[in-house]
């Protein structure tokens, strides 16, 4: 099974864009997804270490996917940023309960997003 570092998951092509920007700028590399869909699609082929998913997409929410990540026991390891403009407590308590490991309030900042990924990168290495 290939292993891949990061997958961008987003419906906006301009968020996707500036999350690229941000990440190939820190030095790393990123798959996308524009849809929950294609999204899980790419999860059910490849192994991520990161996930970077945004929760209000059409078809398959990212609520939904971030089932599908934990459902999956090869992706145990995996850890998921989840960057949403839906940002209210039980919102919030709902992502880490379906097992996000960060939330972050869209948009975000370059370093906001950039301290979390080296943060969950450097996690997997304990």
Do not use: H, W
Not at 57 to 62: A, F, I, L, N, R
Not at 92 to 110: E, H, K, M, R
């Amino acid at each position: 099974m290939e292993i891949n570092k990061i997958l961008i998951v987003d419906d906006n092509p301009l968020m996707v864009k500036m999350y690229l920007r941000y990440l190939k700028r820190a030095g790393f590399d990123a798959e996308t997804a524009l849809n929950g869909k294609e999204a899980k699609a790419k999860i059910a082929e490849k192994t991520y270490e990161l996930i970077i998913l945004d929760l209000m997409m059409p078809e398959v929410s990212g609520f939904e996917v971030l089932k599908t990540i934990r459902a999956n026991p090869k992706n145990e390891k995996t850890k998921v940023i989840v960057a949403s403009a839906l940002n209210d407590k039980e919102i919030v308590d709902l992502c880490f309960q379906l097992g996000a490991n960060y939330f972050i309030t869209s948009p975000v900042s370059y370093q906001s997003l950039i301290d979390k990924v080296k943060d969950a990168l450097e996690s997997q290495k304990v």
